[in-house]
């Protein structure tokens, strides 16, 4: 497992470069033509650090999931999409990889930082059906690119910083952390604290030359950022963003 960070084939660390030299076989999971840009950026960060001719691209069609799921069926929905991805995956390295070559799987971001592909390649090996050994290389988080394009820290002296999502920041602001990030917000969650004194830094398309930004008290960034994610989601059709809410002293 690669981590290849947020999209900018120069954000690879020097261990990654390393093991993208030194794979025989790339696996990647096509999420459809809408997407098609995912596996563009793929291909890009290849080309641009490995020598052409010396490993090949096996591509495999990524299961759909149940997006509706919500309350109770959220999790259960999860499980039979990551099952579903395993079944493929295993599939991949059972059927394209030879006795002596080695596999990987390009994981944006960082592989320890809500990616599933960890616990996709635990649950092939409990099934017994292939064995293997992998190594996890990390990679420059969206977290970590939000922060820097924003010229900003994620937490402030001697305060934690909470990672979490959309549904549960919708849930309520955590209690005891005043510099939340929050990915996988599908429903834009941030807009039910504009009336609040509270900072946030936003960015979509982190580290990809589509990259946008935007930042400032959030009841007065709230509404441009709810403008250019739609505008970008319809221009685009999907979107990857990812946010920093800072609440201000005294705001609790």
Not at 43 to 52: A, D, K
Request: proline content about 5%.
């Amino acid at each position: 497992m690669i981590g290849i960070g947020a999209g900018d084939p120069e954000q690879l660390t020097l261990q990654a470069v390393r093991a993208l030299r030194g794979t025989d076989v790339f696996f990647v999971l096509d999420k459809g033509e809408v997407k098609a840009d995912l596996v563009r950026l793929r291909r890009e960060m290849l080309r641009t650090h490995v020598p052409e001719g010396t490993y090949r691209i096996v591509e495999a069609r990524d299961p759909e999931r149940d997006r509706g799921a919500d309350g109770a069926a959220y999790s259960p929905a999860v499980g039979d999409w990551r099952s579903a991805r395993a079944g493929i995956c295993e599939r991949l390295i059972a059927e394209e990889l030879g006795e002596d070559e080695s596999g990987a799987f390009l994981v944006w971001g960082d592989p320890a930082l809500y990616d599933s592909t960890l616990g996709i390649l635990e649950e092939i090996l409990a099934r017994s059906t292939v064995t293997f050994t992998y190594d996890v290389v990390p990679g420059v988080s969206s977290v970590s690119s939000l922060a820097a394009r924003h010229r900003t820290g994620l937490n402030r002296v001697g305060r934690p910083v909470q990672i979490t999502t959309g549904r549960r920041l919708a849930e309520g602001f955590p209690a005891d952390a005043d510099d939340v990030v929050v990915m996988l917000d599908a429903h834009q969650a941030f807009r039910q604290y504009a009336d609040q004194d509270i900072d946030i830094y936003w960015g979509a398309y982190l580290g990809t030359p589509d990259e946008i930004l935007d930042s400032g008290p959030i009841a007065e960034a709230a509404p441009r950022i709810e403008r250019l994610r739609a505008e970008a989601r319809e221009r685009k059709g999907w979107i990857m963003d990812t946010y920093l809410l800072r609440r201000n002293p005294g705001a609790r």
